[in-house]
């Protein structure tokens, strides 16, 4: 249970800019909420939004989530499997 608590922690951050740039990405291309590109947009950034706040950004926190069983590779994979599984929902709604 702590460890979904930690990524939920981590995930946070990641989820909430990654959609917000998603939604302003589709707004500025498409001049529409379409869910596809949204989609899409979303499973794009939130690796890089990843690597922007935790990479570059605080690479100390990593400790933080390494204390409670959560090491960088395991992160890195959560990440890249929730943005694949939003592109294999998105697919699957179309």
Sequence with gaps: MIRVRAWLIFYRK???YSL?????????????LAPAFLGF?????????HLF????GNPQEYYFY????????RLRLITAG?????????????
């Design 41 to 49: 947009a979303y499973a794009v950034l939130s690796p890089f939004v």
């Design 66 to 73: 390494a204390n409670l069983g959560l090491f960088k590779n």
């Design 82 to 94: 929730i943005a694949l599984g939003v592109v294999i929902l998105i697919a699957l709604l179309r």
């Design 14 to 16: 990641i989820f909430l």
């Design 53 to 56: 706040f935790y990479e570059l």
């Design 20 to 32: 917000l740039l998603a939604v302003l990405l589709a707004l500025g291309l498409e001049g529409k």
